[in-house]
């Protein structure tokens, strides 16, 4: 008796079947994926339709053109003033894609009782070029999720995520370092037209004519 064997077709059929249960188990989305990762049913035409799923990535960039420079936060011990310890803030700067820093633009600081808005460049000499301070307190203050800070633009529009700010309640922690960095370049402002003085309408000019004589005619 000849033993049973697979034609091509049959063949097929099965590898695809265990290809399209592995696929529909291993493949499929799972809670906690990364969510810049979908997955999408793709039907091979001429084929079984078994659907399986392949990751597409359909977004990959912040949402918003600055994010915090890696390593931000950093705590360090006071060293713009004389206070010591006796003071405790949040500075830092803004960089661009090129790496200089970028002044006039607005960080927001709220929470613990504080909603305040300075502009990089107006910080002291002592962090450089396009710094900025944010005084909090005059002692150092352990906190969770109580000081949040955001990049913003002179005409309000949001440059970055808002980011909450962990601190601590000891003298070598009391100054946080918040740096932001570019990661795209930023859409130009639309300028504001510049006032035009209202214009009188002109008269409308009049041509006289000469004075010609009436022809007369010679017999």
């Given at each position: 008796?000849?033993?049973?064997?697979?034609?091509?077709w049959?063949?097929?059929?099965?590898?695809?079947?265990?290809?399209?249960?592995?696929?529909?188990?291993?493949?499929?989305?799972?809670?906690?994926?990364d969510?810049?990762?979908?997955?999408?049913?793709?039907?091979?035409?001429?084929?079984?339709?078994?659907?399986?799923?392949?990751?597409?990535?359909?977004?990959?960039?912040?949402?918003?053109?600055?994010?915090?420079?890696?390593?931000?936060?950093?705590?360090?011990?006071?060293?713009?003033?004389?206070?010591?310890?006796?003071?405790?803030?949040?500075?830092?700067?803004?960089?661009?894609?090129?790496g200089?820093?970028?002044?006039?633009?607005?960080?927001?600081?709220?929470?613990?009782?504080?909603?305040?808005?300075?502009?990089?460049?107006?910080?002291?000499?002592?962090?450089?070029?396009?710094?900025?301070?944010?005084?909090?307190?005059?002692?150092?203050?352990?906190?969770?999720?109580?000081?949040?800070?955001?990049?913003?633009?002179?005409?309000?529009?949001?440059?970055?995520?808002?980011?909450?700010?962990?601190?601590?309640?000891?003298?070598?922690?009391?100054?946080?370092?918040?740096?932001?960095?570019?990661?795209?370049?930023?859409?130009?402002?639309?300028?504001?037209?510049?006032?035009?003085l209202?214009?009188?309408?002109?008269?409308?000019?009049?041509?006289?004519?000469?004075?010609?004589?009436?022809?007369?005619?010679?017999?």
């Amino acid at each position: 008796m000849s033993k049973p064997h697979l034609t091509s077709w049959g063949m097929f059929l099965l590898l695809c079947t265990a290809g399209i249960a592995f696929l529909d188990g291993a493949a499929k989305p799972a809670a906690g994926d990364d969510p810049h990762i979908s997955y999408l049913p793709v039907i091979v035409q001429n084929r079984p339709p078994y659907p399986y799923y392949l990751p597409v990535v359909v977004q990959n960039r912040p949402r918003y053109p600055y994010v915090l420079q890696p390593g931000s936060p950093t705590y360090l011990s006071n060293f713009l003033n004389t206070a010591g310890c006796n003071w405790f803030g949040i500075v830092g700067r803004a960089f661009g894609l090129d790496g200089n820093p970028v002044i006039n633009l607005t960080v927001h600081l709220e929470g613990g009782g504080i909603n305040t808005d300075v502009l990089t460049g107006t910080g002291p000499s002592a962090l450089g070029p396009g710094g900025y301070e944010i005084t909090i307190s005059d002692h150092p203050i352990d906190t969770t999720d109580t000081y949040r800070i955001q990049l913003r633009n002179n005409s309000g529009n949001l440059l970055s995520d808002i980011y909450s700010i962990r601190t601590y309640g000891d003298c070598p922690r009391n100054l946080v370092l918040v740096n932001f960095v570019a990661t795209r370049s930023l859409p130009m402002d639309t300028p504001t037209p510049a006032p035009t003085l209202p214009t009188q309408a002109s008269p409308t000019p009049t041509f006289a004519l000469p004075n010609t004589p009436t022809p007369t005619h010679v017999p």
